[in-house]
């Protein structure tokens, strides 16, 4: 037996006051409004009477503070899978516009030549690669049930458009991933395909800051 469905939960807002791109960075835990964003996405998953057996998150803190309350919800234990992480960036750790902003700085355009690899950081294809097999194995890991994970914005969203047959390279700004949002797949024959997509935490969405990652 495999799993029924794979849920791909995005972490909530991360607590950043001087709003620099955060990437893989350790003490970037959830602000206040990212613990609510975090419960609110459990809640749903709870609201929808869905059999969830286990729950897999990011190494990183600000995703397993956001498994926590579904795993608390589902009585279950938090695992870590170093695939679901955020991609490197050579922009870790520098605020990217505004005056002194990371981009304006002509030393870093270099690294800003090939935006369809991309020239800054993971090269895409990597991303959907290891976020695709974590998938599989997550299907492959429970006898029944769902399997819900914790991971980031980009990752997610290789994945989205991996499943669509969309080009990998895209607009960030178009991004249909927002905090605390769930992306449902399901598996047909030898395929997963995206069944759903929910954003619990949208009422809470208007006073986030979602600024620290690419």
Same mark, same amino acid.
Do not use: S, V, Y
């Given at each position: 037996m495999v799993a029924s469905q794979i849920h791909l939960v995005r972490h909530g807002e991360v607590l950043n006051p001087e709003r620099v791109l955060y990437g893989r960075l350790p003490g970037f835990g959830l602000s206040p409004l990212g613990q609510k964003m975090a419960e609110a996405a459990a809640a749903d998953l709870v609201d929808r009477g869905r059999p969830v057996a286990r729950v897999v998150s990011s190494p990183l803190q600000r995703t397993r503070e956001s498994a926590e309350p579904i795993a608390a919800l589902f009585n279950l234990p938090v695992s870590t899978d170093d695939?679901?992480? %955020?991609?490197?960036?050579?922009? %870790?750790?520098?605020?990217?516009?505004?005056?002194?902003?990371?981009?304006?700085?002509?030393r870093n355009w270099p690294s800003l030549t090939n935006p369809l690899r991309p020239s800054w950081g993971e090269p895409f294809r990597s991303i959907a690669g290891r976020m695709l097999a974590a998938v599989d194995e997550a299907w492959r890991s429970v006898e029944d049930g769902d399997v819900v994970l914790v991971s980031h914005q980009l990752p997610i969203w290789m994945v989205h458009r991996a499943l669509t047959g969309d080009r990998l390279p895209h607009d960030p700004r178009k991004r249909r991933c927002e905090l605390s949002s769930i992306t449902t797949l399901s598996r047909r024959g030898e395929a997963f395909v995206e069944v759903g997509y929910a954003n619990p935490a949208g009422h809470l969405q208007v006073l986030a800051t979602d600024v620290g990652a690419v």
């Open positions: 695939r679901l992480i %955020e991609p490197q960036n050579r922009f %870790e750790g520098t605020r990217l516009t505004g005056p002194g902003g990371a981009l304006r700085d002509p």
